[in-house]
């Protein structure tokens, strides 16, 4: 039981890191979209580019608070995240996603999945440190 409480715990940690990134980066472009000349089709590789560094962001804390299992965490935090816009996009806007959001997906998984192997990494190396 404790287990998979620590379990969801971790992937709530990621998904409340992932959302948070994703709305003060949002914000931010909202204010440089709305007060410079510059249009959204100049930012979309900066956009995709944070996108995948909240995600690798969100599976490193995952990762690092589970301190085990972190392709696995990590991978639970990236489907889980991915899921909820899943969600989102087909309740909202009744719309599936196309083959170019399956592709990002499947990368945010995968990225969410480094950085919880990286964020385990990091979190079993800094314990041993301390003992």
Known sequence: MIESKSFG??????????????????????????????????????????????????GFLSGGKRKEKGWLIGGATGLLYSFLVFLFQYLGYDRLFNAEQVIYHTCYILIAMMGGILGVNIASTNSRRSI
């Open 9 to 58: 715990l971790s992937i709530l940690y990621g998904l409340v890191f992932i959302f948070a990134f994703a709305l003060v980066c949002s914000l931010i472009f909202a204010f440089i979209l709305r007060y410079t000349s510059t249009k959204e089709g100049s930012l979309q590789y900066v956009i995709t580019a944070l996108s995948f560094i909240g995600l690798f962001g969100g």
